[in-house]
């Protein structure tokens, strides 16, 4: 499977995917009117009435730093199904990210977009405890994602977020997650957008070369979980506040830049040019 690569400036962003697959278009708050005159949907982002989606994650070389922006995140119901499952998964997509160059223990920050799930921000062990998944990274997070997951209560009849609950709180224990602010500069031509309409803190990372310019680029999150969100309006199914999560997606596309989805299929960007999306070449 090959590997969606990005310049900017002198910073290389590589998307490594685990498995594309197709998904009930519910599972992202739309059903098949909602894109069924959509030209473009087929054959990348749509597969008869489903949509396709990507369990992948992006890697970024910025300025002697390498980055994993949201890795394999919003897959735990499948990847964390059983114990056997899991650690099959865990050690399956560690296996795929060294194929393609980026060992987990390469890797120096994991930064997120928000919180859901746990994806592979940590591993679980066979004694239930929790650890890093890259082992020599920090994570960060919004500082408002934070202070919201934090004020969350466990869910001690609900197993995905038990375990969101408990590996969080265990990298939190550990002192290894830190937290930006809106506007924050990341790294050289990355920088954070606090935005929040998807939930509290949820961030839009934007890059730009180094040496200054327009963005390139913006990783939009789960603004949009699927490319066809960009033309199917306001969708209440997945953001508490639909229509700031519209204008804010908007407003992020209307230049043609670069959009980065974490949990778009194979090439996982492209960009929306008047109401048809292209995608990344």
Same mark, same amino acid.
């Given at each position: ?8 400036? /002198? ?51 910025? %300025? ?34 060294? &194929? ?28 239930? +405890? ?52 809106? !506007? ?8 954070? &957008? ?13 890059? +730009? ?6 963005? %390139? @680029? ?14 199917? !309006? ?11 999560? &519209? ?5 992020? @596309? %209307? /230049? ?14 492209? +960009? ?10």
């Amino acid at each position: 499977m090959s590997d969606t690569v990005i310049h900017i400036g /002198d910073a290389v962003l590589t998307r490594v995917c685990y498995i594309d697959v197709a998904i009930p278009s519910e599972i992202a708050g739309l059903v098949p009117a909602d894109f069924a005159d959509v030209a473009w949907r087929f054959p990348l982002w749509a597969e008869g009435e489903q949509l396709r989606a990507g369990a992948a994650a992006w890697f970024a070389d910025i %300025a002697g730093t390498r980055f994993v922006f949201d890795p394999v995140q919003a897959a735990d119901g499948v990847l964390r199904a059983d114990a056997v499952s899991e650690a099959a998964q865990q050690d399956a997509i560690a296996q795929r990210f060294s &194929e393609s160059g980026f060992g987990v223990e390469t890797v120096d920050r994991v930064v997120m977009t928000h919180i859901e799930g746990v994806g592979m921000v940590a591993r679980h062990h066979a004694d239930g +405890s929790w650890s890093r998944y890259f082992p020599n990274a920090r994570i960060s997070v919004s500082a408002t994602a934070l202070e919201a997951f934090l004020a969350t209560p466990s869910e001690p009849d609900n197993p995905l977020a038990t375990a969101q609950f408990v590996a969080w709180h265990a990298l939190i224990a550990a002192g290894v997650v830190d937290t930006f602010d809106d !506007g924050e500069t990341i790294a050289p031509g990355l920088v954070a &957008e606090v935005v929040g309409a998807h939930c509290p803190g949820h961030s839009l990372l934007h890059f +730009s070369p180094a040496s200054g310019g327009d963005t %390139a @680029a913006s990783m939009i999150g789960h603004l949009a979980i699927s490319p066809l969100h960009l033309v199917t !309006g306001e969708c209440p199914q997945q953001h508490p506040e639909p229509a700031r999560a &519209e204008a804010a997606l908007q407003r992020t @596309a %209307a /230049d043609g830049r670069l959009l980065i989805g974490p949990l778009w299929p194979t090439p996982g960007c492209g +960009s929306l040019r008047g109401d048809a999306f292209e995608a990344y070449a």
